[in-house]
């Protein structure tokens, strides 16, 4: 009689699990592709008790306001500074629902994303989730996908942060694709960071005691524009990821600026940009004879590129 008892409470409790509410935050600057975002929460066939926190300035709510009429689950929140890392911390503030889950604006939250990360939390409640992805470039108009099946340690992100700079990232932790207890009590984003701010985060989340995994499960089609990414490339951007690296791991800093910061601009059309960055990082930070050869290499790079 007991055995069967703890059988019922077992299934009684995956059931609760399953029916468990989730909170979508979404940090928007108005995009219209937010549409489309919307349009596939709500394809998602597992999705049943949740809310929808978008979360921009006024202008930007005020011209997306119509979708509330479409989509009775909106709740808004003003902010009016351009900061997404504030824009996550405020809605996940503002989040009522047991499981939180972040995406941005302008990528697709695919089919049973609800119920894998439900199962997920479930059997690593204390942890972050991160799904595995599809990646569609913007540019070539390719597909392709980054699925992995692993508990991240604070090696692996540092690795992350000294992968030479040939080779390509080897786990997608953006943390639109991820998912958390809201009993877990999250660090908040850096909000001093406009650019890695993800990663980083994961760094703060590991520190505060929770684990991170990612799962093989795809959760997100994520669209990926190399000419927003350049865009945001700034000296002081890039002076603060270094100072912040360097806070969370001694030199970690540095090996970022050697290896990462250029490889975008390097292997993108813009000659120019390339150029300039590649001029304030010199007359901002001391590098020996390696970090040097490595920045002539991306030089070579980016004139191949540009000679196509």
Same mark, same amino acid.
């Given at each position: 009689?007991?055995?069967?008892?703890?059988?019922?409470?077992?299934?009684?409790?995956?059931?609760?699990?399953?029916?468990?509410?989730?909170?979508?935050?979404?940090?928007?600057?108005?995009?219209?592709?937010?549409?489309?975002?919307?349009?596939?929460?709500?394809?998602?066939? %597992?999705?049943?008790?949740?809310?929808? +926190? @978008?979360? =921009? *300035?006024? &202008?930007?709510?005020?011209?997306?306001? $119509?979708?509330?009429?479409?989509?009775?689950?909106?709740?808004?929140?003003?902010?009016?500074?351009?900061?997404?890392?504030?824009?996550?911390?405020?809605?996940?503030?503002?989040?009522?629902?047991?499981?939180?889950?972040?995406?941005?604006?302008?990528?697709?939250?695919?089919?049973?994303?609800?119920?894998?990360?439900?199962?997920? %939390?479930?059997?690593?409640?204390?942890? +972050? @989730?991160? =799904? *595995?992805? &599809?990646?569609?470039?913007?540019?070539? $108009?390719?597909?392709?996908?980054?699925?992995?099946?692993?508990?991240?340690?604070?090696?692996?992100?540092?690795?992350?942060?000294?992968?030479?700079?040939?080779?390509?990232?080897?786990?997608?932790?953006?943390?639109?694709?991820?998912?958390?207890?809201?009993?877990?009590?999250?660090?908040?984003?850096?909000?001093?960071?406009?650019?890695?701010?993800?990663?980083?985060?994961?760094?703060?989340?590991?520190?505060?005691?929770?684990?991170?995994?990612?799962?093989?499960?795809?959760?997100?089609?994520?669209?990926?524009?190399?000419?927003?990414?350049?865009?945001?490339?700034?000296?002081?951007?890039?002076?603060?990821?270094?100072?912040?690296?360097?806070?969370?791991?001694?030199?970690?800093?540095?090996?970022?600026?050697?290896?990462?910061?250029?490889?975008?601009?390097?292997?993108?059309?813009?000659?120019?940009?390339?150029?300039?960055?590649?001029?304030?990082?010199?007359?901002?930070?001391?590098?020996?004879?390696?970090?040097?050869?490595?920045?002539?290499?991306?030089?070579?790079?980016?004139?191949?590129?540009?000679?196509?």
């Amino acid at each position: 009689m007991g055995t069967h008892k703890k059988q019922l409470d077992v299934i009684m409790n995956n059931m609760s699990n399953i029916d468990r509410g989730i909170s979508i935050v979404i940090p928007t600057i108005g995009r219209d592709s937010i549409n489309n975002l919307l349009k596939s929460i709500h394809s998602d066939t %597992t999705l049943k008790n949740h809310e929808v +926190i @978008i979360v =921009g *300035s006024s &202008s930007t709510i005020n011209k997306i306001l $119509n979708l509330a009429k479409e989509y009775n689950c909106i709740k808004f929140v003003e902010q009016n500074v351009l900061s997404v890392s504030l824009s996550r911390n405020i809605g996940i503030n503002h989040a009522k629902q047991e499981l939180i889950s972040l995406i941005d604006d302008d990528d697709l939250w695919l089919e049973k994303r609800t119920q894998t990360f439900t199962q997920a %939390t479930n059997t690593y409640n204390k942890s +972050i @989730i991160f =799904g *595995s992805a &599809s990646i569609f470039d913007q540019k070539s $108009n390719k597909l392709t996908y980054s699925i992995k099946e692993k508990q991240i340690t604070e090696s692996d992100l540092i690795r992350q942060f000294r992968r030479p700079f040939y080779l390509k990232q080897k786990y997608f932790l953006q943390v639109g694709n991820c998912a958390f207890l809201k009993k877990t009590s999250v660090p908040k984003f850096r909000e001093n960071l406009v650019y890695l701010e993800d990663q980083i985060w994961v760094f703060d989340v590991l520190n505060s005691g929770l684990q991170v995994r990612q799962i093989k499960d795809l959760t997100i089609k994520y669209y990926f524009s190399r000419e927003r990414s350049n865009i945001r490339w700034s000296i002081s951007n890039e002076k603060q990821i270094f100072l912040t690296l360097n806070e969370l791991v001694p030199k970690l800093g540095i090996s970022y600026i050697s290896n990462i910061s250029l490889k975008s601009l390097a292997i993108s059309s813009n000659k120019q940009k390339f150029i300039s960055a590649r001029k304030d990082l010199f007359n901002n930070f001391t590098f020996g004879t390696l970090d040097r050869l490595r920045f002539l290499a991306l030089s070579a790079i980016n004139l191949l590129v540009n000679l196509k």
